[in-house]
């Protein structure tokens, strides 16, 4: 709306009079706009938009909650009214409560209320008084009513403010953070047409899936933020720790305000997730990865995207839906582990330390049998190993002699899991049948030695996580699960390319309060 309620009081007979010609004219303009906004929220019901049913007017809605159809005819016409019942002999009286004590409004009300302060509750501010640094007054550049600029001469009137407090990173030659508490006053300036416009703090609109809102009027100011990222993300602070950290600073918050200003950094940052994953599913080569964790105390699994100049990190189950709504569209090169959930996409590359792995422990087996295999397979892997890094080093035409080499080791490792793969022992059985079923992904890399041997990109890309998992052991929210992976996510890409990343944190979350779009992540171009 351009309007707020305190200018449209303004807007009386006499002050319209006074205005010429073009002044009414945009007058009307700005009216109209508001009209057309105000008749379009009023249109909006359950059927049209995203308000549920509940939010029916009661004679919009039958007795089971759902909507009325016009053509019902009122329900009270048919209904006996006292008189006629007593006439005809019906008990209207009311019945007596069940047994087991009487009817007790104000217990339950006590068990429908929620934890934490209650609507129209008095609660409490602030105690912490600090000094004011700087203070800065937000003045309207423009009239709204007859658009006539307004300059720094024109009257001002305070109506309103709010305090936020951030930190100032150090410059060239300086040492240590210094802080700064600001005051930000909003207020009406007065016009030559007579017309006082006000200016207000800007506030996103509400969002269906955060809780938290973007506003200007926050009391932590963007670097600050910035700041509780880091300390989340590679200091593992818990919502205490970084509260016991603050003091330090002068700085008393609460961990409510704490864990409050995690959930806002994630959906500043959640209109950066389309351009994460337009970069992922365009990615020649991505490196995928998956390891356990906990929301409410529920299994779940932390997923990692990653490659060079780019990661995207995922909370969802382990399931195919799981990766398919990440990887959708991807038609690059996949090094994976042995997951099956894998298996479906093209241009796939296996993992050979976790096959070493397995073969090693074979190898260290009281079975003679199965540590003879095991032996076999690690020295087999070791001798592709030296084949495909002097492969790397020769050009294409020369090849030829060391490729066949190797092919010749992989058709003998292929011919011995054939002959253990019925083995009664168990773990012989189950790697050999893995070999071979598995064997295009194992061994691709013998005809394209440029590809990775492993998944260590990935294995690595999220062990600052894990330790984190270990602390917090996971989040309590959905909404804490999102926040923590697109902050990390965006991070984490800020870092792979070699950015400042925390310094683009705080450009974005100044930017998205302000109603802005961030600057875009600085993907390189391909030429």
């Known amino acids: 709306m351009k309007f707020t309620k305190v200018e449209i009081k303004q807007l009386t007979p006499d002050y319209i009079e006074r205005l010429n010609k073009e002044q009414l004219a945009n007058l009307c303009k700005g009216v109209v706009a508001d009209l057309v906004e ?16 509940s939010t029916r007017a009661p004679w919009e809605r039958s007795s089971d909650g759902k909507a009325t159809p016009e ?17 005809n002999g019906d008990d209207v009286t009311p019945k007596d409560p069940p047994e087991g004590g009487k009817d007790n409004p104000k217990k339950d009300d006590a068990q429908k209320k929620k934890p934490g302060k209650q609507p129209n509750a008095q609660g409490f501010g602030r105690t912490q008084k600090l000094t004011v640094t700087q203070t800065v007054v ?105 509260q016991s950290l603050l003091q330090w600073l002068g700085i008393a918050l609460s961990i409510g305000c704490i864990n409050k200003c995690f959930r806002e950094a994630g959906r500043a940052v959640s209109t950066l997730e389309p351009q994460l994953l337009a970069a992922l599913r365009a990615a020649g080569l991505l490196h995928v990865d998956e390891t356990s964790w906990y929301n409410r105390k529920v299994a779940c699994w932390l997923w ?72 076999f397979v690690v020295s087999t892997f070791a001798h592709l190993r030296d084949c495909v890094y002097k492969l790397r080093e020769l050009p294409e035409e020369e090849r030829g ?16 899991c054939l002959l253990k793969q019925e083995s009664e022992h168990e773990k012989t059985s189950q790697l050999a049948s893995e070999i071979l079923n598995d064997n295009q992904a194992i061994f691709r890399v013998l005809g394209e030695p440029e590809l990775p041997l492993s998944n260590n990109r990935a294995e690595r890309q999220f062990r600052y996580l894990a330790i984190l998992r270990k602390i917090t052991y996971g989040n309590k929210s959905e909404e804490g699960c999102r926040a923590l992976t697109l902050t990390a996510s965006v991070v984490d890409t800020m870092l792979a390319l070699g950015q400042n990343a925390y310094e683009y944190l705080a450009k974005v979350f100044d930017l998205r309060r302000k109603g802005s779009d961030p600057p875009p992540i600085p993907f390189p171009t391909s030429s």
Request: aromatic share 8%.
């Open 138 to 242: 937000h003045r309207s550049c423009e009239c709204k009513s007859c658009n006539a600029s307004l300059d720094a001469n024109a009257t001002f009137t305070a109506t309103g403010g709010h305090y936020v407090i951030d930190i100032v990173l150090p410059k060239n030659a300086e040492i240590g953070l210094q802080g700064t508490y600001t005051k930000h006053l909003y207020g009406k300036s007065l016009c030559s047409c007579g017309f006082e416009t006000h200016s207000l703090q800007h506030c996103t609109p509400s969002d269906d899936e955060w809780s938290v809102t973007l506003s200007e009027g926050n009391l932590i100011g963007p670097t600050l933020l910035a700041f509780f990222c880091f300390l989340k993300h590679r200091m593992h602070a818990t919502g205490s720790k970084v």
């Open 304 to 375: 990692v995207f990653c490659n060079e100049g780019l990661v995207y990190y995922s909370i969802s189950s382990r399931g195919q839906e799981a990766a398919d709504a990440v990887l959708a569209g991807f038609n690059g090169d996949l090094m994976t582990d042995g997951y099956k959930v894998y298996r479906k996409y093209k241009n796939r590359m296996r993992c050979w330390p976790h096959l070493e792995r397995k073969g090693k422990a074979l190898k260290e087996s009281w079975d003679k049998e199965a540590s003879s295999f095991g032996k």
């Open 401 to 416: 002699p060391l490729k066949e080499e190797a092919q010749a080791r992989k058709v003998k490792l292929i011919y011995e």
């Open 71 to 87: 053509n019902e005819e009122d329900e009270e016409k048919d209904l006996p009214d006292k008189t006629t019942q007593q006439e």
């Open 38 to 53: 105000a008749h379009d929220r009023l249109n909006t019901n359950s059927s049209n938009s995203s308000k549920p049913p």
